[in-house]
């Protein structure tokens, strides 16, 4: 398996553009996760999606960010409009609750830069 | 949110010796699990341990579990260059849906 796969895998941008990031979470994974990292905040959970259902949305900043997914295969977070304070790298996670208990499988991360 | 605390923020060791990282958490857990980070890439799971163990071994690993006081060790023996990273615990709470609430890391350097 080629493991989670995430793209852009840099993106830079003006204040106030539409970013779209994109994830293939690992087959046959039930749990995908987005996280956001920064140096002041560590890493911190936004969302997270149980069989194409969000079930915890709860850290998402503000309405300016959004995920869906809308397959088993793919999700996409959406940040619109852009801000500078949301740049950070942005981690997509995939995970099965029957393989060991909990882990998480990350790609490699979207480095995002908004000017 | 952050439940774990990692000690130290940042270490810094010559090749060879051993390395000492150490997590704390607040709530009950079903089991703690390390990560390493490598500079600009994304977490890689190292080991878990249950809240019924209190000690497992990976290769030059060794995690230990205190579920009394809440904390956890990560042992890395032997240290070498390519062990520069960040070191991240996450834990799972009782009675979760799978969430895992994460340390804010110690970041390791291995001088040569």
């Known amino acids: 398996d080629a493991g989670v796969i995430q793209s852009p895998r840099h993106e830079v941008t003006e204040m106030g553009q539409e970013v779209t990031l994109r994830c293939k979470p690992i087959s046959g994974h039930d749990y995908l996760f987005w996280y956001r990292q920064t140096m002041m905040r560590g890493l911190e959970l936004l969302i997270y999606f149980n069989n194409n259902v969000p079930i915890d949305d709860s850290g998402m900043p503000e309405d300016r960010f959004s995920a869906k997914m809308p397959n088993a295969s793919f999700s996409t977070l959406k940040i619109q409009p852009s801000e500078p304070r949301d740049s950070a790298v942005y981690f997509c996670a995939s995970g099965d609750r029957g393989h060991a208990y909990n882990e998480q499988f990350f790609g490699p991360g979207t480095r995002l830069t908004v000017l | ?112």
Not at chain 2, 40 to 58: F, P
Not at chain 2, 103 to 111: E, M, N, R
């Open chain 2, 1 to 112: 949110s952050q439940q774990g605390e990692e000690d130290p923020q940042a270490l810094s060791i010559q090749e060879g010796e051993n390395a000492t990282m150490n997590c704390s958490y607040k709530t009950s857990i079903n089991n703690l699990q390390w990560y390493r980070q490598n500079s600009g890439r994304g977490l890689v799971h190292l080991i878990l341990i249950r809240s019924n163990e209190r000690e497992k071994h990976s290769g030059r690993l060794r995690v230990t579990l205190d579920t009394s006081k809440k904390s956890s060790s990560l042992l890395i023996t032997a240290s070498r260059a390519a062990d520069t990273a960040s070191y991240f615990c996450a834990t799972t709470a009782l009675y979760s849906n799978y969430q895992l609430i994460w340390g804010a890391g110690t970041k390791l350097i291995i001088k040569p």
